[in-house]
Structures are given as C-alpha cells and as structure tokens.
C-alpha cells in the first residue's frame, strides 16, 4: 500500500480534470490520455512511458468509484500536501527519502491538530487500504511462482553409462542474488509498495461498460518496486550463477535419455517451488560393444570353415568372458544370444550380449588353400540362383 502517493499526489491534477467530474468525464479523458501516451504508440519515448504509467495510476483510482470515495475522503482529512509538509519539517529533507505512515501520525498528532489525534488513524488506515486490493477481479497479483525448468546436456562414456556413475554437474544458471537475497533493494533499503497499483500487483481498466483487472504495467504484477537498487544485481534479484551438482545416472542409462531432477532447476520466486533439472544423457560409443536397450551387441568375425563346420567361440562379455557354441552350417549374419550377459540394471534386470557372426573372406590364399577350395567348389552344387537367371534371360 501507498498512503503516501494518496496524501501527496493530485490524481485530478494528473488528469486534467475537475474534482467535480464524473466518473463517465473521467473515464473519457483517461481513455484519450492513455491512447496518446501508450507505449505501443509510442515506442522508445520514455516521457510518454512516464506519462502513460501517471494516468494510469491516477485513473486506477479515480476509476474505481469505492477508491475514488476513500482518496477524496483522505485527501480532505489531511489537505493536499500538509502531511508532505510536516514529514519534512520532521527531520527528512530533500523529500525524496522514504517514510512510512506510523511515523508521519507520530509528527502529526503531536501538532496539535485533534483531527489527527487518538487511535483513530490506524483503523482508518485499514479500512481504506484492505479495501484497495480489487477484491473479486478475475486478475490476481503475482503470488508465488514456480522455478523454471532447466535443461543440460552430459556426455558418459559406456563403461559408466552401464555400470552406473555419479558425476558432478557444473550448471551455470540464473540463481537467486545472495547480496539482496532476491528483492533486488540494496542492502538496508527494502522495495516499496507499487505507487500505481498500491501493492495489489493488478489495475483496473474500463472498457465501455465493462471493467477488467489487469497485471499492473508498473510493477509487473509483483506490488512492489525497488527505489534503491541492488549493486550485485541491478535490482532484479537474479544473478547468474554456477551451481555444482552431484547426479548420479543409474545403471543402464542410455543415449538420449533425459533424467529429471525434480527441484534443482531454477529457484522459484517470492517463495514459490524450484523448478525441475532435466539432464539429457550422451553416451559415448565403445569401441567393442553396441547397446539396445539392454542388450549389449558385438560382431565376432568367422571363417568360412567355422560357419561350415561349426566351433566353439571365446568371446568379451562387458566384464568377462562366455563361450558360444557355433552350430555347423551356421550362415553369415546369424546371431547368437549370451543370456543375462548385457546391462544389468539397478533392480537386477538385466538385458542378453548379442553377438553377431560375421562370416569373413580372405583376400588372399596359399596355394594349398586354393587347390583345395577348387576341389570343395566342384563337390557342391551351385548357389540357388535360378530365380535371378530368370529375369536375367527375360531383360535380355
Ligand atoms: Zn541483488
Ligand atoms: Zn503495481
């Protein structure tokens, strides 16, 4: 609240109109006055800006015919402009220092004025002020807001994705400012009420017949506004900083994962919840095995001679070793299943090592080896290709 922009300021002044005028003159003149000094009319101008926030602010209350009633009625119990007066006389030169109400009735009723005297001010304070917060408009004042969500990216190599691993995490991030602790006030001053809206965070604006709540266009909707501002961060509560966070990624983690660390994104505002931490997972590929999913994957090269007449295969597990049982006649491309011998997850789930034969030719031979590859060739039949010699004699 604002008492003090009520006893100081001249609300009909600023808009250029009568005490006496009614509510549909006064209407008429804001609505032409805030058309000329909109900011959208008037991009980059801040005297228009300056203009447009004092009609507003002006027509936020005179608009309202229950304040208009309460600031009339202030403005006559204390004159236009004597509070101002006596607060000065009271020690605060230069006006511009902040002062807050209860001093000015100390200064007040010991001037002799009984208008001013008794416990009656405070309750009349109350009244007019618990009424000024536009009670049952659809607009609220911004209440607390939740953090928003923060998204990072971490590479792992396999051996870590598989197994498990906890890595610490450095995100550099918009956090709260520790000097003002996030009201943006320099250290010893504190944010004032917002001198348009009085604190209630929402305007009201009229419309023809219809009245809307809006956010109020001074303070954003927050009902405060930092006169003094925060060095560490400009006023505006926020710095950037960089946080360290130990995450720790599962066991079985895969590539493109995005884990979610519920309450380490960014810190809410005016006391609301942390936002979430999404980190989204890289792993680096190995250079013997693959994944999917759970299943590991390798490719075992074999002679043509072990895919004809079988053979027993040593072969890498992720931490070990497993022999497999190649059946003879085994084609090239066939794969074989060692079960259980892929991730193994956190619950003991784990995936198979999937192994792919890759029937290898060599590029070259011994004498011995082509004399008797040539006697193998002219004991077996050809390649089942009559389907391809078909269409081959067909095109020609
Ligand atoms: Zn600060
Ligand atoms: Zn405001």
């Known amino acids: 609240m604002s008492s003090k922009d009520w006893i100081e300021k001249d609300y009909y002044a600023m808009l250029g109109v009568q005490k006496s005028a009614s509510s549909d003159e006064i209407k008429k003149v804001y609505r032409k006055l805030a058309r000329e000094s909109h900011p959208d009319h008037n991009p980059g101008d801040p005297k228009a800006e300056e203009r447009f926030k004092a009609v507003s602010e002006a027509y936020a209350v005179l608009g309202d015919e ?7 009625e ?4 204390f004159g236009s402009g004597a509070f101002r007066r006596g607060a000065r006389g009271a020690g605060q030169p ?21 208008r001013f005297g008794g416990g009656g001010f405070t309750d009349l304070f109350s009244t007019i ?18 953090g928003r969500d923060v998204e990072a990216e971490v590479a792992l190599d396999f051996d870590d994705a598989v197994r498990g691993v ?7 991030a918009p956090g709260v400012c520790d000097t003002c602790h996030g009201n ?3 250290p010893g001053t504190q944010p004032k009420a917002c001198p348009v809206c009085h604190g209630a965070g929402v305007t009201n604006r009229n419309q023809g017949s219809f009245s809307f709540s809006e956010p109020c266009r001074s303070c954003q909707g927050v009902g405060t506004v930092v006169e003094e501002k925060c060095p560490e961060c400009q006023g505006t509560g926020g ?27 960014e810190p ?29 994957t390798l490719t075992v090269p074999i002679t043509f001679a072990e895919a004809v007449l079988g053979t027993d295969l040593r072969v890498p597990t992720f931490d070990g070793a497993v022999t497999l049982r190649v059946p003879p006649g085994t084609p090239s491309g066939r794969v074989l299943r060692a079960r259980g011998k892929g991730v193994v997850r956190r619950d003991g789930q784990a995936g198979d090592l999937l192994v792919t034969l890759d029937v290898v030719v060599p590029a070259t031979v011994s004498e011995e080896a082509r004399s008797a590859l040539e006697s193998f060739a002219a004991q077996t039949p050809p390649a089942a290709r009559e389907h391809l010699d078909a269409r081959v004699r067909r095109v020609g």
């Open 66 to 72: 229950a304040k208009r009633r309460e600031y009339d």
């Open 74 to 77: 202030m403005r006559s119990l």
């Open 94 to 114: 230069g006006g511009g220092a902040p002062f807050d109400v209860s001093d000015l009735f100390g200064g007040a009723a010991g001037g002799g004025d009984t």
């Open 129 to 146: 002020f618990s009424g000024g917060g536009g009670a049952g408009g659809p607009a609220r004042a911004r209440g607390p807001a939740r």
């Open 166 to 172: 906890t890595l610490p995490l450095s995100l550099r």
């Open 184 to 186: 943006g006030a320099k």
């Open 239 to 265: 710095v950037t900083k960089t946080r360290t966070l130990n995450v720790r990624f599962p066991a079985g983690v895969a590539d493109g994962q995005r884990i979610r660390l519920a309450g380490r994104g």
């Open 268 to 296: 809410g505002e005016r006391g609301g919840p942390a936002g979430d931490l999404f980190v989204q997972v890289k792993v680096r590929p190995d250079e013997l095995f693959g994944r999917t999913g759970d299943d590991l």
